[in-house]
């Protein structure tokens, strides 16, 4: 039995295949994954249900396993009110700076060749998406069992 928070197979082995500077999709359920991530990324869907699982969720648990470096968020057309997910993303990943794109940069990012993985969720808040650089990990933070 492994000792954290994360179990899903198929995203650990995405993640254990990544490094610096590799990116991970967190996309909301109105997100066109089949058109807008690399080619090279795996495609993880975790959309059951309407609301199950939402990006946040999914979020929390990434964050116990990975060290992150940036994020970037996607945003409304400009004189829009910033979605209420976005605020949230940001008091979660505090220090990490989170960065905004417009839906079509924001897409193009996604599409990039250091895309790793793409999970795929059912959230049904709109920009709910989310974009995370890995980062690396600090010296000394080796576990020994």
């Known amino acids: 039995m492994l000792l954290t928070d994360l179990l899903h197979p198929g995203i650990l082995e995405a ?41 946040t969720t999914v979020l929390d648990v990434l964050t116990t396993a990975l060290p992150l470096e940036s994020a970037h968020v996607m945003v409304p057309p400009e004189g829009a009110p910033e979605p209420p997910a976005i605020g949230e993303y940001r ?5 990490v700076p989170v960065e905004t794109l417009g839906r079509f940069e924001f897409y193009d990012a996604a599409r990039s060749p250091d895309l790793a993985l793409a999970i795929v ?19 000394g933070t080796l576990t020994t069992r």
Do not use: K
């Open 15 to 55: 993640l254990a295949g990544a490094g610096h500077g590799a990116r991970v999709l967190l996309a909301d359920g109105h997100y066109p994954a089949s058109t807008a991530t690399g080619d090279r990324a795996r495609i993880v869907h975790l959309n059951l249900a309407p609301g199950l699982l939402d990006v």
């Open 91 to 95: 008091a979660r990943l505090t220090p």
């Open 121 to 139: 969720t059912a959230d049904v808040r709109t920009y709910a998406n989310l974009l995370l650089t890995i980062g690396v990990r600090a010296e």
